[in-house]
């Protein structure tokens, strides 16, 4: 994650034009003409794609593949990856990023409408949520959960993890969520996707199944709502699809990438100055029935 903070900074300093800062005038607003938002959505997803496809590609000696026009975004950012994806595998990371899509205001989004709100450039904007968002208790959760369920191996090592958790000297990944007090109800979903591949292109996915049965049954758990959350098996979608470890948490973020959209807009949703952003993201109170 760290190397691909640096390519999009590297990016980023190869277009000063672009930081208004830089040159001295807010080009969100008062240029003449204006840099609309539009115009940058398109730039700003191809850097972030170019840069985490260049790092993977360095860090596994793997040759650069160049994206193709006609080819879709996921299934051009697996190209360049060097791991062209078949129809079946297309529409399951296509089915994976609309579930991970945001659903209220996140850590990371709201570090991006912050940064945005200085009238900062789009890539700097991102460059902070992407670094908000890799923190072990926001999307960094998701190799949490797959290194847990490495160390613990096997499922007859599971009580003994149940058993950290409940003493107070272990953290269960997978488990959880900030809005929903019953079982993560993109969690089927997530399984269906899974039921599409070979079972053995999952490791490990017992240990998965296993504490979530304990976890399930067990009162201790139960009394507490603490309940299974998407990210338990998300993971093995990812490893189904041959993506690195490094790469799980870079490639959640494109499913948030909505956040484009909200430069130039305060956090209720009123448009601000000359810009032509929008948010989708509505926060509404919470309700006592979830």
């Known amino acids: 994650m760290t190397m691909i903070l640096a390519g999009l900074s590297a990016h980023l300093s190869s277009r000063p034009t672009t930081i208004p800062a830089f040159i001295g005038a807010n080009l969100y607003e008062y240029a003449n003409p204006p840099l609309t938002i539009e115009a940058q959505i398109t730039p700003t997803l191809?850097?972030?794609a170019l840069v985490?496809?260049?790092t993977y590609c360095h860090r596994t000696s793997t040759p650069f593949t160049p994206p193709l026009p006609t080819l879709p975004f996921a299934a051009n950012v697996f190209r360049m990856l060097g791991r062209p994806l078949s129809t079946?595998?297309?529409t399951a990371i296509e089915k994976l990023w609309l579930l991970y899509a945001d659903h209220g205001l996140a850590n990371a989004t709201a570090a991006f409408l912050h940064t945005a709100s200085t009238r900062a450039d789009p890539v700097s904007c991102l460059i902070a949520a992407l670094s908000a968002g890799y923190?072990?208790?926001h999307g960094g959760a998701i190799d949490m959960v797959y290194?847990?369920?490495a160390r613990v191996g096997s499922t007859a090592q599971v009580p003994a993890l149940i058993a950290e958790v409940k003493s107070g000297r272990g953290k269960l990944y997978g488990f959880g969520h900030r809005v929903y007090e019953t079982v993560d109800?993109?969690?089927g979903f997530v399984k269906e996707i899974l039921g599409g591949f070979e079972r053995r292109k999952f490791e490990i996915v017992e240990v998965a199944e296993e504490i979530e049965r304990c976890v399930s049954e067990d009162e201790w758990f139960r009394s507490r709502n603490i309940r299974m959350n998407v990210d338990l098996f998300g993971c093995f979608v990812y490893t189904a699809l041959y993506v690195a470890l490094h790469l799980f948490h870079p490639f959640l973020r494109w499913k948030r990438l909505q956040w484009i959209e909200c430069i130039g807009v305060s956090l209720l949703g009123v448009?601000?100055?000359g810009t032509h952003g929008f948010v989708l993201v509505v926060c509404?109170?919470?309700?006592?029935?979830?």
Do not use: T, W, Y
């Not at 509404?284 to 979830?290: A, F, G, Q, V």
């Open 46 to 48: 191809s850097a972030l």
């Open 88 to 90: 079946h595998e297309h």
């Open 271 to 273: 448009s601000i100055g």
């Open 185 to 187: 109800p993109r969690a």
């Open 284 to 290: 509404r109170p919470r309700s006592s029935s979830r």
């Open 135 to 137: 923190g072990p208790l």
């Open 52 to 54: 985490v496809a260049v």
């Open 147 to 149: 290194h847990m369920l």
